[in-house]
Each structure stands twice: as structure tokens, then as C-alpha cells.
């Protein structure tokens, strides 16, 4: 059994990537979180006020023998905007920035080619802003924000916004995801 490995986004809500990396073979665990930032051990309510410096985040364990750290990051780019600056939709601040948060020089040369490749693959219209930044610290999210999507999916944010990121995760990434729970 191939040791497991963490990798850490951030896409806007943190909701919203926890929700597609959860329904992905070979992930062993989502945990939603803030990374990023100079203050240590923010709530919520810090980092919502785009003070702190953080961006909320997802920390990824996965299974490399079963996903792949280039497939996490297709999924990441499929799942949200990466071309907009410090937003997603209505959530506007740095706390929703894009941004891989690398662990090595490996995660760090990953999603650096395929930002490349997709800029001379022209998917997206506009140019792609997400930082890359080294990931010092992750702090966990509060407990009522674990599963989410899961426990609230009738809830109108659910369906506005996480719903059809699922669909386009549904559609575009097949191939990755797991049986039904």
C-alpha cells in the first residue's frame, strides 16, 4: 500500500472543493481549512473579513497509486475559475483567492506546467491568475463545516452553487469518481 500523500487548494468556498474532492476515487479524506495567512489559528469570522491573509482551503489525503497529483489538479481547474482575481461568483475577498499550496518543488513544478499547458491550450478566455504558494501552516476549519455539501445539499448556496459544480464534475471527471456511498 503506496503511502498517502496531502495536497492543499484553495478555489473560493472551501464548500465547493470539499464537495468534489470527496467524490473522487482514492481520496481518503477532505478537510476544509485556511492556509496562507499571518495570523495563527484563525476562526471563520477572521478569516471571512479578508484581514487575516488567509484563503480558505481544502487539505487533500489521496492514495498516489489510485489518483494522481496532476489529476487533483485537473480537477481543481475544472471546479472552479482559476481567471478570477481574489473571487468566485459573489464571493469576493483574498480568503477566496486561487491558489495551489505547495509542499515541494515537485507540486510546485506540477501546477506550473499545467498552468502553462492550459494557457497554450487557450481553455480558459481569460488569463489564469492562481498563486502558488508554499504551504507554512494549515489550520483547520471548525467542525460545522466538515461535509458540508453532504449534510446541506437542499440548502439554497448548496444549490446555487455547489450543485452545478458537481455536475461539471460529474461530466468532465467520470472516470475519477467513486462507487456511491
Not at 18 to 45: F, I, K, N, T
Not at 87 to 113: H, I, K, L, W
Not at 142 to 161: F, G, I, K, L, S
Request: charged fraction near 30%.
Amino acid at each position: 500500500m503506496a503511502e498517502r500523500k496531502k495536497a492543499t487548494f484553495g478555489g473560493g468556498c472551501f464548500w465547493c472543493l470539499e464537495a468534489a474532492y470527496d467524490a473522487l476515487r482514492g481520496v481518503d479524506d477532505v478537510e476544509s481549512g485556511y492556509a496562507g495567512g499571518q495570523v495563527e489559528d484563525p476562526s471563520y469570522d477572521e478569516v471571512c473579513t479578508g484581514r487575516t491573509g488567509h484563503a480558505e482551503v481544502v487539505r487533500v489525503t489521496y492514495d498516489p497509486d489510485v489518483i494522481s497529483y496532476d489529476d487533483l489538479l485537473e480537477v481543481f481547474f475544472t471546479v472552479h475559475d482559476p481567471t478570477q482575481l481574489n473571487r468566485q461568483g459573489a464571493d469576493v475577498g483574498t480568503q477566496y483567492r486561487s491558489a495551489v499550496f505547495f509542499e515541494s518543488a515537485d507540486e510546485e513544478a506540477a501546477a506550473r506546467a499545467m498552468v502553462q499547458r492550459f494557457g497554450d491550450e487557450h481553455v480558459f478566455d481569460a488569463p489564469i491568475v492562481t498563486t502558488f504558494e508554499p504551504l507554512t501552516r494549515f489550520y483547520p476549519a471548525e467542525n460545522y463545516h466538515r461535509d458540508y455539501y453532504a449534510r446541506n445539499e437542499r440548502q439554497p448556496y448548496c444549490q446555487a452553487v455547489i450543485s452545478p459544480k458537481m455536475s461539471k464534475l460529474r461530466s468532465r471527471h467520470a472516470d475519477k469518481l467513486r462507487e456511491a456511498r
